[in-house]
Structures are given as structure tokens and as C-alpha cells.
């Protein structure tokens, strides 16, 4: 695993991740121009999804931020000092549903969500500790694929349930859609290369079950709720 957000082997090496692949899905020739041939600045390369100073980029960091902060620690202060830290354009800058300050009504929703019927599959879980102690919110990996090309990818936060004693890949997403459905997130192929990660966290669970579940916690930013897939 590596620190680096877009750790790239050597200077021929193709960096590929989930957001990359769904580039390639979508069209093959855009990769090939963008990811193949390199005709894309440094800033495109960097964000990935091009999304640098973008307000959707913004607004679901700082709820996501908000989100993981809270699980982690359960300070609702320190949580929402997160969105503080998370958002990184102005302030003023805003669209429809989304903005600085609908980044705290977001949060607020989360917590009236977590004490909701729906929220009691939250129920039980702690966040899971790496190796060094440290807390597993967003974690950066990248996996060897050949000797030159790799596969970058990011898990917002990983739970382990000490009951159960099993782990829980927990993705936080926002989004403007007014209706969800469950196959846009159940059959999304981005746990690849989550096992590889888990299985490192693991070695500080020697009495860890060898299996894990992943949950989309969604939020609708146009009817303000949150949803589980």
C-alpha cells in the first residue's frame, strides 16, 4: 500500500482506479487520450475525476469528513469542524441542494439518521485500527498489477464489529439524484482490491473472521436523507 494518492511505478506505468475504469467503460477512446497518451494536465492527473475547486468535490468531502469523524471519535463538535477543514473553495460558492452551510444540515440528518430504525445497522460497529494504530478513515492503497502499472484506490472507512468480529467497508457518498437505486451501489465492482487492504488491517485481529460486507451510506441531498444499500 501507499500513501501517495496516485502512486505511478515508473514513467511508463499505467495508474488505474475505480473512478479510471468507469472512464474506460464509458469510452475507450477518452482513456486512451487522457490515460494512454498523457494529453491531460498535471491538475486533471492529480484530481482524477477533474473535479479540483469543484462544488459537488467540496460538499462531499466535508459531509463524508463529518460522517467519519463523528464514528471515529464521537465529538459532534470536532465532526463539524471537519467540513471546516474539508472544504477547500469558497465558502460562497454554492449550487441547487449543495453548499457550506448544507454541509451541516447533512450532518445534522446523519445524526437524527443514526438514531432512526434504519440507522441501527450502525449499530455495534467501531472503527477498525491499522497495524499502527491509527484509525482507518480514508485509506489510499495501490496495488502491484505488473512491474510497471498499478491500481490506486481509496476506502473511506473501515468498522469492525468486536461481537461479530468481522469488518465493514463503509462508503459515504452524496448525490443529487432525487431517486437511488440500490444496483447503482450493489453492483459497483469498486471493493476491487478492498480484501488486499483488509487483510493487512487484520493482522491486528487475529481472532477476525476472514470475510467482510461493504455498505453504501447515501445521502439525497434534495430530500435531505440519508440511505443504506
Not at 30 to 46: D, K, R
Not at 64 to 72: I, K
Not at 154 to 183: A, M, N, Q, W
Request: charged fraction near 20%; glycine fraction near 6%.
Amino acid at each position: 500500500m501507499s500513501a501517495l494518492p496516485y502512486y505511478r511505478k515508473s514513467e511508463t506505468g499505467l495508474v488505474l482506479s475505480y473512478s479510471r475504469l468507469q472512464d474506460w467503460h464509458a469510452c475507450p477512446r477518452y482513456f486512451q487520450i487522457i490515460y494512454v497518451n498523457g494529453h491531460a494536465t498535471p491538475e486533471m492527473l492529480e484530481s482524477d475525476s477533474y473535479e479540483l475547486g469543484n462544488v459537488d468535490f467540496a460538499y462531499g468531502h466535508a459531509v463524508a469528513g463529518a460522517v467519519q469523524s463523528y464514528l471515529a471519535y464521537g465529538d459532534i463538535q470536532q465532526a463539524k469542524f471537519e467540513i471546516f477543514k474539508q472544504w477547500d473553495i469558497s465558502i460562497f460558492l454554492e449550487k441547487k441542494n449543495k453548499s457550506f452551510g448544507l454541509a451541516f444540515t447533512a450532518f445534522e440528518k446523519f445524526l437524527e439518521f443514526k438514531d432512526s430504525l434504519e440507522g441501527i445497522c450502525l449499530e455495534g460497529w467501531e472503527v477498525a485500527k491499522l497495524p499502527n494504530g491509527k484509525p482507518a478513515i480514508e485509506l489510499n492503497f495501490a496495488l502491484d498489477l505488473t512491474d510497471e502499472d498499478c491500481f490506486n484506490g481509496h476506502i473511506d472507512l473501515v468498522l469492525y464489529h468486536p461481537i461479530e468480529k468481522r469488518f465493514l467497508v463503509l462508503e459515504c457518498k452524496t448525490t443529487g439524484y432525487t431517486t437511488v437505486e440500490e444496483s447503482t451501489y450493489g453492483n459497483s465492482d469498486q471493493g476491487t482490491g478492498y480484501s488486499s487492504v483488509l487483510t493487512a488491517i487484520a493482522s491486528s485481529y487475529p481472532d477476525a473472521k476472514h470475510s467482510w460486507e461493504c455498505l453504501y451510506l447515501v445521502y439525497q441531498c434534495g430530500s435531505q436523507q440519508w440511505r443504506t444499500f
